[in-house]
């Protein structure tokens, strides 16, 4: 299986990392960063790119960009890893639309394209008959897209609610375990980088409303948007709040909530009790699904992270490789 790849940031060096130290049958024929770009169809080292990237901030020469690389590589699947922009999507909406148009399959960690035009690009994608796969973009590791799209199959699935922002989680878990006021928290995550330079997607929860959206247009078929989500963030919560609730033997979380039989999608910080398993430490996710004949089922993990999100992108691609190799 020939892959393009497009981004090389943290995601993009998990891929590369994976692909150099593990044998998945997988061949990189293109890959480009914001400057650079290269081509290859007798195939690309990935050790070599980790290498030239680490030694110049380039993956390729600079003469070669990403619509070079999405248009001209030799590729079966456009791997495309580059940076969120959640008001347009692009430049990777315009990637993948290529790549679907040159009848290639796509697996993406970028949730803007799938937020924005997830049910255009899936009509794109099936009229070519190929595969749009983006599990990478909710909850990281956890492979709760995969779960609810395909292993849940003759279940009806009544509610989602979960933990989806990893940096909002480590600042909650610091205020509560140590006392530390929220601007303390926010500054340990960004020095532990787990934060970004500006956190606002995070903390105003616009990040995991985002995923939300994702999940109600993709799982339950909705065609919502970021304003049809009921957000509540965390940066105006206070040490008066937390401590409040650890009297109650309770703590707060930042809870999505889907109820589709209501219309309901819902982010906010909610007190709920220690022993509640989405109660989870750290930069951790956690996901609960309420469905009909499997009950309540509880997902967490790392819901972000270099390798962590490689892993749901290799995920996809060896679904792919699989799933088209047997001829079906």
């Known amino acids: 299986m020939r892959i393009a790849l497009i981004g090389t940031g943290a995601v993009g060096r998990g891929i590369l990392e994976a692909l150099a130290g593990k044998d998945l049958g997988i061949i990189l024929t293109g890959v480009a960063d914001s400057r650079s770009g290269v081509v290859n169809p007798d195939g690309i080292s990935p050790s070599e790119v980790l290498r030239r990237k680490k030694e110049t901030g380039l993956c390729g020469d600079a003469s070669c960009n990403a619509e070079d690389v999405v248009r001209n590589a030799d590729y ?7 940076p969120t922009d959640a008001g347009t999507g692009e430049p990777a909406t315009s990637y993948i639309r290529t790549a679907l148009s040159r009848g290639c399959h796509v697996v993406t960690s970028n949730k803007g394209p799938v937020a924005l035009h997830y049910h255009e690009l899936k009509q794109e994608a099936d009229k070519a008959g190929v595969s749009f796969r983006f599990e990478a973009t909710v909850a ?10 395909e292993s849940l199959g003759g279940n009806d699935v009544h509610a989602l ?5 990893g940096t909002c989680n480590y600042i909650l878990t610091r205020m509560a375990e140590e006392g530390l006021s929220y601007r303390q928290a926010l500054d340990e995550a960004r020095a532990l980088g787990y934060a970004e330079a500006d956190p606002t997607y995070d903390v105003k929860g616009i990040d995991a409303a985002i995923k939300l959206v994702i999940l109600a247009n993709t799982v339950w078929n909705q065609r919502i948007t970021l304003d049809d989500i009921d ?13 409040l609730a650890e009297e109650q033997d309770a703590t707060i979380r930042l809870i999505g ?15 709920i009790q220690k022993d509640h398993p989405l109660v989870v430490q750290g930069s951790l996710n956690a996901i609960i699904l309420r469905t009909d004949l499997a009950g309540d089922l509880v997902f967490s993990g790392k819901g972000a992270g270099s390798l962590e999100t490689a892993s749901a992108v290799l995920g996809d691609i060896t679904f792919i490789r699989d799933w088209y190799a047997g001829g079906n």
């Open 231 to 243: 957000i509540t963030g965390i940066d105006l919560l206070t040490e008066e709040a937390i401590r």
């Open 76 to 82: 079966d699947i456009l791997v495309e890893v580059s």
């Open 257 to 271: 909530e889907i109820i589709p039989e209501k219309q309901l999608y819902r982010l906010s910080p909610r007190i």
């Open 140 to 149: 990281g590791a956890i492979p709760i897209l995969h779960t609810l799209l």
């Open 161 to 165: 609610y979960g933990v989806l922002n």
